[in-house]
């Protein structure tokens, strides 16, 4: 996928990275191991610059490529480009042996969109929707949504089959070159505009449009503690406490109404919400729960069934995955605990 700017827009995003970074463009082609003069025809605007890189741009600078206007568009817009213009021209030289030959091929040209299933609003929609919110990203074109390859591999795998629970259709998982991520992408423009319209998700960045929970989940507490488990299982931190961080100030706002009526969290900052007691933790497990085997690891070897909190590392969490595999999904805890 490639990012068209507005005009300007993208040299201007360039220059606002190499100041803010302190880095020129021979500094940033070696650190990142690109071509120094691909990388001045990108910031003189004679290439459109590949998501990738523009992701790794806004990674270093802490700059979102999405505020200057920019829109993903596929890799191959511009033979798309030149095929219309081609057809064109065939139509203007041979119009009447393309209509017969358009009769004789009854499916050319034609929109193949996928049978896609939407579904009425139910607990497993509030989790995927949850997911979305937390990690996900969504286009007119496609909702993608990025994983830790490793310590998310099982997570992965549950949200896939969500997925295809849900809309009938097998998302693809592609792993970045280079990269510890793994992105989850479902290329349909029929749920892309299902999320939109129906759930007012909107496109592009979440923090500029205020993304927040749809007014169709946050009124009922059963499709609630859904969305929140998806929202907390992908950008939630789960350690020696619970804890939340997010710069959109809606999402936010959101969860502390909410916990007006589950009195879960405990600490509240402009920035993120937390709580690291014990009782609390067990009450989020109970009410919430969790459908990422990473956090389930943590609680059960942290507070279910230790004491003394020592934190367990990614690559500790990992080894546990064979002995939890069996482990329901979503798990809640169940009975009384001491």
């Not at 890189?53 to 999405?66: R, V």
């Amino acid at each position: 996928m490639r990012i068209k700017f507005p005009k300007g827009k993208q040299k201007e995003f360039i220059e606002k990275v190499l100041n803010k970074t302190k880095l020129n463009l021979y500094s940033l082609s070696k650190l990142n191991k690109l071509n120094y003069s691909t990388l001045k025809k990108y910031k003189r605007e004679e290439l459109l610059l590949p998501e990738k890189l523009a992701n790794y741009l806004s990674k270093i600078s802490k700059i979102d490529w999405m505020n200057f206007d920019g829109k993903l568009i596929s890799d191959s817009w511009g033979c798309k480009k030149g095929g219309i213009k081609g057809y064109k021209t065939l139509l203007k030289l041979h119009y009447n042996k393309v209509l017969r030959w358009r009769k004789s091929k009854k499916t050319w040209l034609k929109n193949q969109t996928k049978k896609v299933n939407i579904p009425k609003m139910n607990e497993e929609l509030a989790e995927l929707v949850g997911i979305i919110l937390g990690d996900g990203t969504l286009t007119k074109y496609f909702v993608r949504i990025s994983f830790d390859r490793i310590s998310d591999s099982s997570y992965i795998e549950y949200v896939q089959k969500l997925c295809l629970k849900l809309f009938k259709i097998e998302p693809k998982i592609i792993n970045e070159k280079g990269k510890n991520t793994t992105n989850l992408r479902i290329n349909s423009i029929i749920i892309a505009n299902f999320l939109n319209k129906k759930l007012n998700i909107p496109f592009g960045s979440k923090i500029k449009n205020k993304t927040k929970i749809p007014e169709a989940i946050f009124k009922y507490p059963k499709l609630m503690r859904a969305c929140l488990r998806g929202l907390m299982d992908s950008d939630g931190t789960f350690g020696i406490g619970l804890y939340f961080n997010s710069n959109n100030k809606c999402l936010l706002k959101q969860i502390v109404e909410l916990n007006k009526n589950y009195c879960i969290f405990t600490t509240f900052t402009k920035y993120y919400v937390a709580v690291c007691k014990r009782s609390n933790i067990l009450k989020y497990f109970k009410m919430i729960g969790s459908s990422n085997l990473k956090n389930i690891i943590r609680f059960k070897e942290m507070f279910l069934f230790s004491k003394n909190r020592k934190y367990i590392y990614n690559e500790d969490v990992i080894k546990l995955f064979k002995k939890y595999k069996d482990v329901k999904l979503p798990f809640i805890l169940n009975g009384s605990v001491v």
